[in-house]
């Protein structure tokens, strides 16, 4: 299977070493822990306008929004089976920059990699309005006048809301997990938002994408570290 971006401005980061990757083939990963280097997570495609590079000052992945983005996305070269938990570390660099992450990400009618759009301009109705299943984690959201939440795609179907909002701009511990219908969020070791997919067919597996969005007037930008994908 193939995650095409072919002729996308931004496919790359301006920072990024591989912007004439014009497409990834993409692989099942195994059962099993899977630490990401920042090395293999700077590899990743990423989607619209802005920059990732390895800040090696922090230790960490320093990923922002350009002026004037739609939102920025890195989106892993592998497809993950439903079982699995993420965890990762992140620190939110201002107040603006919205934390979102992706699972589960696959073609609603095909069930295979999805199809980037050559003219995508990072918005986020890619992934919620056109025909993309997946689950969307949204966090450190008070910007957007939001609390935690995890929606199911297509069509920002709510699936749970937290009822407050719990993380700074610092260091936060993050655990993404999904079990079969199962989802929860987790920041610093508490249950955040956790609920049970209640729709008849649960949706298969797909690729990880690790999303920002800021606010009309600033920016976002994150660091993360930390990156593990236990496959259940």
């Not at 992140?90 to 759009?117: F, R």
Request: some cysteine.
């Amino acid at each position: 299977m193939i995650i095409g971006c072919l002729g996308l401005i931004g496919c790359g980061g301006s920072e990024r070493a591989d912007d004439t990757t014009a497409e990834y083939v993409v692989k099942t990963v195994e059962k099993g822990q899977h630490s990401l280097s920042l090395e293999e997570l700077a590899g990743w495609m990423f989607l619209g306008e802005g920059s990732v590079r390895v800040d090696s000052g922090e230790n960490a992945l320093f990923m922002t929004e350009a002026p004037g983005s739609k939102g920025v996305t890195l989106v892993s070269p592998a497809t993950f089976p439903e079982n699995m938990v993420l965890t990762f570390k992140v620190k939110p660099l201002s107040y603006e920059s919205v934390n979102v992450v992706v699972i589960s990400a696959s073609d609603s009618i095909t069930g295979g990699a999805l199809e980037v759009p050559a003219d995508y301009d990072g918005g986020f109705d890619f992934w919620t309005a056109g025909r993309i299943n997946n689950y969307v984690f949204a966090f450190h959201n008070s910007a957007h006048d939001r609390k935690p939440f995890i929606v199911k795609d297509p069509g920002m179907q709510l699936l749970a809301e937290s009822d407050a909002n719990v993380m700074g701009e610092q260091w936060h511990s993050i655990e993404i997990g999904r079990a079969d219908k199962r989802l929860w969020l987790k920041i610093d070791g508490n249950s955040v938002v956790e609920v049970e997919d209640s729709s008849e067919t649960a949706l298969p597996g797909g690729v990880i994408g690790f999303r920002l969005r800021g606010t009309p007037d600033a920016v976002a930008s994150a660091l993360f570290k930390d990156v593990v994908v236990d496959v259940k």
